[in-house]
């Protein structure tokens, strides 16, 4: 598999799918709904959504797609968790079993308290986009350590809120719910495709939170 030709699968057991193939449809980047180990084939990506943890494990060993995820990252695929997907990579989660522990940050689950806890704000992530990105943060953990082959990207108050290895991405927020590009484009890159390069927050105009029902969902 050569990692730099193929497009970005989004696991589409739960969570934000269709939001994501929207953001990817809007960078041109190709997306895949990934619900079997052979729908990985040829991605030079992976991204896992958010939705609820324990519930998102459960099906990717009722699926078989826990090994079929280590092995194809093995082999080059990039991987980047939003929110529970965070988790799930994650080496450490406090109190908790990690499930495939495959980047070296200790995560909080749900350290934000309950889904009335969530909230939206604004910040900055240089490396990211030159402007402040919006996030929105549904029943949020916090990464409250990371190795040290692990680079912060973004820094909120007493915890980090996205950050990265040489092969994968995490962030504990949904880009996929706000208007910015930024995070997809980033990810989009550090896959090796060729996307637009811009240092804003990538703001599409014709954005809405309604935008990603132009994809049917597939059954």
């Given at each position: ?39 990985l084939a040829g991605l030079a990506g992976l991204i896992i ?8 494990s459960r099906l990717l060993t009722i699926f078989g797609l ?154």
């Amino acid at each position: 598999m050569n990692p730099a030709t193929g497009g970005i699968g989004v696991l589409d057991l739960q969570g934000g799918v269709q939001e994501h193939l929207d953001h990817l449809h809007r960078i041109g980047v190709a997306g895949q709904p990934v619900k079997r180990a052979a729908e990985l084939a040829g991605l030079a990506g992976l991204i896992i959504p958010g939705g609820e943890s324990t519930c998102l494990s459960r099906l990717l060993t009722i699926f078989g797609l826990r090994e079929a995820i280590v092995q194809a990252h093995g082999h080059g695929l990039k991987l980047w968790g939003t929110c529970a997907g965070a988790i799930l990579l994650a080496r450490e989660n406090v109190g908790e079993a990690p499930y495939f522990g495959l980047i070296d940050i200790a995560v909080n689950r749900n350290a934000f308290g309950s889904q009335l806890d969530s909230f939206n704000c604004e910040a900055l992530a240089p490396k990211v986009a030159q402007e402040p990105i919006p996030l929105t943060f549904i029943r949020a953990p916090k990464i409250v350590h990371i190795g040290t082959k692990v680079q912060a990207l973004l820094e909120l108050d007493d915890y980090i809120a996205a950050a990265e290895d040489d092969r994968i991405l995490v962030t504990v927020f949904h880009p996929e719910l706000t208007p910015s590009l930024a995070f997809h484009r980033y990810f989009a890159r550090k896959c090796g495709l060729n996307v637009a390069e811009t240092d804003n927050a990538g703001l599409d105009p014709d954005w809405t939170p309604q935008s990603w029902t132009r994809f049917s969902p597939r059954v």
